[in-house]
């Protein structure tokens, strides 16, 4: 079955409302941890930029389960709307 642009775009719009909430999350985490300056800039403390740069730099599989369970629990966010797509694709293919 070939699917419609607008099917697309319905997926790409509902994908891209979690990013949103999920890059907004981060964000206000980051704010939360730095420090603002008189100025209005943000400083984070060497520990964290430390802690980032060592995650960002390592593959997901060696990273601790900790943090592995922390990118897990960022996908789940998008499981149930790629759940539902796939159900409906099934159900269209029929």
């Known amino acids: 079955m070939v699917r419609d ?14 990013e949103h909430e999920r890059w907004s999350h981060w964000q206000r985490y980051v704010h939360a941890k730095a420090v603002r300056r008189p100025d209005g800039s ?4 060497a520990e964290l930029v430390e802690r980032w740069e060592r995650q960002f730099g390592m593959q997901y ?3 601790p389960e900790d943090e592995k369970e922390s990118d897990r629990e960022q996908v789940r966010r998008y499981l149930p709307v790629l759940k539902r797509w796939f159900q409906d694709d099934e159900e269209r293919s029929g």
């Not at 642009?5 to 979690?18: H, K």
């Not at 943000?42 to 403390?45: E, K």
């Open 61 to 63: 599989e060696d990273l």
């Open 5 to 18: 642009r607008g099917d697309d775009d319905a997926l790409i719009e509902e994908l891209a409302a979690i």
């Open 42 to 45: 943000l400083v984070l403390s």
